[in-house]
């Protein structure tokens, strides 16, 4: 695949590419009627894309839109972004603004490390709809970053929610604390920081590279690529986790995990 020229095909399925797919999606970022002085659209990062793969035709990109930019932790860029451009797009589009991106929602008051009071809404996000969309974006950047589709497993992590299986809320803070710890800091990628950031770190001893995506400076998603040429190995501690054996996991800081 990696020898195909490569605006030719698609970055996610290899397909013959029929337009291009901005990563992260352009919608994400202001727009210059709402933000004056923004320089945010300039140089985002396209890659070519079938017809499938363009979030575009799928509506994924408005509802990322929806769903990131309020998030709690972003910025001010990312609050401003949803009382503009997000909140113009659904009364468009006449849905509910805040049923695009959850369910089951509730009305809660939250506090800042300084005691200031914030209202908030709490609720269940489309978990499988989000996944898919940071697929997408994930592969777009391995394309960019290495000019080549992905083959492999590529498995997400979505920092910024609470997992109600347990086992997956360990192995987010797992995650967390391993790229807390991690000696080697990687190059920070992305021309628009304050929006958009991602940062690739090098592969691991099975050849499974890691990817740290954040949103408005606050909501990170954590991305493992298992290429298929990545050597097979045998992880006793992940078989076991799955089982569901009793295991603890320590880190040098004293911090641990327990799983089951
Ligand atoms: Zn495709």
Redesign the pocket.
Known sequence: MGKKNQSKY??????P?TSKEHVSPACLFPEKKDIKTSIFRNNLITVP?????NSKKSKDDEFLMACMSGIVGGNIIGFFHAHTKVRRAMERSGKDFVNVFMRDYRPAIIKSGQGKEFPVLVGRAHFDRLHSCFQHIAHGLYFHKFGKQFEGECRILLDFLTYENEKMETYKMLCRKRIELEPKKPKKEGLNPEIFRYEFMDPDEQGIIALIMTFYEGAKVFVAFQGKDCKPYFNLAGMLIESGVKMVINFPDGSHFEFN
Do not use: D, F, N, V
């Open positions: 698609c970055y996610m399925c290899g397909a590419a894309s079938c017809e499938l793969h």
